[in-house]
């Protein structure tokens, strides 16, 4: 019956299991993850359902292609928003009040007796 191997290395601190990489290794990931970074790259990591795996993937690769990417973020925009509300005071300014009544009466609070 073969053993399960965790990828725990028994002794190593957090740190430690950082350091367990060879050097070289450590190297190029971190010259790749700043090719990324400076390209504006950012990972993400996305639960989703099983059915759905094929349509992320879709949308994900109809925005790396330079011939979709145009078309698809304007097709997501227009239907999702951005999302990049700058607070509370932009969100209440860009949202549609027309027709919304919101003048109310004066409250006086209540008659107490003592």
């Known amino acids: 019956m ?3 191997i965790s990828g725990y290395i028994s002794g ?4 430690d299991h950082r350091n367990a990489q060879p050097n070289t290794q450590r190297k190029a990931l971190t010259t790749y993850r700043r090719r990324l970074k400076r390209r504006g790259v950012v990972r993400l990591e996305v639960h989703v ?8 993937r879709g949308v994900v690769t109809a925005l790396a292609d330079p011939e979709r990417e145009r078309e698809a973020r304007t097709l997501l925009r227009e239907r999702f928003g951005t999302g990049k509300a700058k607070g509370l005071k932009a969100l209440l300014a860009s949202a549609p009040l027309e027709g919304i009544d919101l003048s109310r009466d004066r409250d006086f609070g209540r008659d107490v007796r003592l």
Not at 12 to 15: F, L
Not at 49 to 56: G, I, Q, S, T
Request: proline fraction near 7%.
């Open 2 to 4: 073969p053993r399960t």
């Open 12 to 15: 190593m601190s957090g740190r």
């Open 49 to 56: 359902r099983k059915d759905d795996v094929a349509l992320v």
